[in-house]
T-cell receptor, first 110, second 114 residues
Framework: NAGVTQTPKFQVLKTGQSMTLQCAQDMNHNSMYWYRQDPGMGLRLIYYSASEGTTDKGEVPNGYNVSRLNKREFSLRLESAAPSQTSVYFC?????????FGQGTRLTVV | AQSVAQPEDQVNVAEGNPLTVKCTYSVSGNPYLFWYVQYPNRGLQFLLKYITGDNLVKGSYGFEAEFNKSQTSFHLKKPSALVSDSALYFCAVRDEAGTYKYIFGTGTRLKVLA
């Protein structure tokens, strides 16, 4: 039972480069989320998708875009990476009463 | 707007002693409340939730939490701490009313001393 799978696990980017973080879930959940985790700031919601075909901004959406490709997949794109986007990124999927998290992507922008 | 506050960055407790990790929340409607735990270099693992019903909720690994509506609190507790409980704990809230956003606190690092 894979749950929520994120790729890659680690990535180093140069300032200005672009990349896409991939997330897939196999639990048939409608809702999916992208969070970033920074020391002392907890988890902050970047974007979420309540259902296939819809996406909404969270607390910190600037510099990011998302695509809900289908019910299983929800990708996060950094068009022009900045050092301030150095963080650990978590994807989650959820039903009404619980969210399930992937193992995270550690991104460093130099 | 939804918000969660975890007032303590770190909690230290001796092994075998009871522990409490504090959480207060703000939400416009009825809250769905959650506790998650994160071990080093891992994702978040679900511990327990309050949706409705009994104010004392029991969860994984012997943890429990008490929902107090008048104080808008949802403190995490365990009667007897283990060294292996040392980790980062997050409280989260979701508004029952309709948005599907889970909003997290800043986390509390629990250190259980042998």
């Amino acid at each position: 039972n894979a749950g929520v799978t994120q790729t890659p696990k680690f990535q180093v980017l140069k300032t200005g480069q672009s990349m896409t973080l991939q997330c897939a879930q196999d639990m048939n959940h409608n809702s999916m989320y992208w969070y970033r985790q920074d020391p002392g700031m907890g988890l902050r919601l970047i974007y979420y998708s309540a259902s296939e075909g819809t996406t909404d901004k969270g607390e910190v959406p600037n510099g990011y875009n998302v695509s809900r490709l289908n019910k299983r997949e929800f990708s996060l794109r950094l068009e022009s990476a900045a050092p301030s986007q150095t963080s650990v990124y978590f994807c989650a999927s959820g039903k009404n009463t619980e969210a399930f998290f992937g193992q995270g992507t550690r991104l460093t922008v130099v | 707007a939804q918000s969660v506050a975890q007032p303590e960055d770190q909690v230290n407790v001796a092994e075998g002693n009871p522990l409490t990790v504090k959480c207060t929340y703000s939400v416009s409607g009825n809250p769905y409340l959650f506790w998650y735990v994160q071990y080093p270099n891992r994702g978040l693992q679900f511990l327990l939730k309050y949706i409705t019903g009994d104010n004392l909720v029991k969860g994984s690994y012997g943890f429990e939490a008490e929902f107090n509506k008048s104080q808008t609190s949802f403190h995490l507790k365990k009667p007897s701490a283990l060294v292996s409980d040392s980790a980062l704990y997050f409280c989260a809230v979701r508004d029952e009313a309709g948005t599907y956003k889970y909003i997290f606190g800043t986390g509390t690092r629990l250190k259980v001393l042998a």
